[in-house]
């Protein structure tokens, strides 16, 4: 049972453009939501996260939107440059644990 | 936040041996936790480590399997016991720290090859 889906296994965007990246989940008793990034040969790093209790979070380039009616969410990069280029997953909280996605491999080309 | 190394970095085994992983933090931590991420998918919660006391495992991983020690507030190791080709993974030590809203450190992770 895949409580966090992200049903994009790959995202191809022109640097300077706005990547969006969306990740679904199906347990209402989630009640924090993070993105991590991750690239080859390393751990994942945090990104951005957000509240339950919020619809929009913001990071400089980074913006993760909540939709708790539709159980999903979004990270928006603005613009995207070649370094963002990684692997991206979104996780969701409860009970102190993180439930993760299969993550999406975002490329930024110039 | 916090410093997470592991090691080794990667190993090859035989199958039926075991493989302990260490995982230090440069500052004390809550809570620990243990990843595994197979070939193509998502990071799986193996086990919580608690300092002191036997670890919290997820539905599916089993202590005899995968026994983990956490003698203290910085440390923690992960056994991969009997190992079979199947538990090629990739091994992830986490933290957290308490300091931002369930925010985890990770750990550069433990590639791990069953021949």
């Known amino acids: 049972d895949q409580q966090v889906k992200q049903n994009s296994p790959s995202l191809s965007v022109q640097e300077g453009r706005i990547s969006i990246l969306n990740c679904d989940y199906t347990?209402?008793?989630?009640?924090?939501f993070l993105w991590y990034k991750k690239y080859p040969a390393e751990g994942p790093t945090f990104l951005i996260s957000?509240?339950?209790?919020?619809d929009k979070n913001e990071d400089g380039r980074f913006t993760v939107f909540l939709n708790k009616s539709a159980k999903h969410l979004s990270l928006h990069i603005v613009p995207s440059q070649p370094g963002d280029s990684a692997v991206y997953f979104c996780?969701?909280?409860?009970?102190?644990?993180?439930?993760f996605g299969t993550g999406t491999r975002l490329q930024v080309f110039p | 936040s916090a410093v997470i190394s592991q090691k080794p970095s990667r190993d090859i085994c035989q199958r039926g041996t075991s493989l302990t992983i260490q995982c230090q933090v440069d500052?004390?931590?809550?809570?620990m936790f243990w990843y595994r991420q197979q070939p193509g998918q998502s990071l799986t919660l193996i086990a919580t480590?608690?300092?002191?006391?036997?670890?919290?495992?997820e539905s599916g991983f089993v202590i005899d399997k995968f026994p983990i020690s956490r003698p203290n507030l910085t440390f923690s190791t992960l056994t991969v016991s009997n190992m079979s080709p199947e538990d090629s993974s990739i091994y992830l030590c986490?933290?957290?720290?308490?300091?931002?809203?369930?925010?985890?450190?990770f750990g550069p992770g433990t590639r791990l090859t069953v021949t």
């Open positions: 986490s933290a957290y720290t308490g300091d931002s809203a369930y925010e985890q450190y």
């Open positions: 347990n209402s008793m989630f009640d924090y």
């Open positions: 957000i509240s339950s209790i919020k």
């Open positions: 996780a969701a909280s409860h009970a102190d644990k993180l439930i």
């Open positions: 500052s004390q931590v809550t809570m």
């Open positions: 480590a608690n300092q002191g006391s036997e670890a919290t495992y």
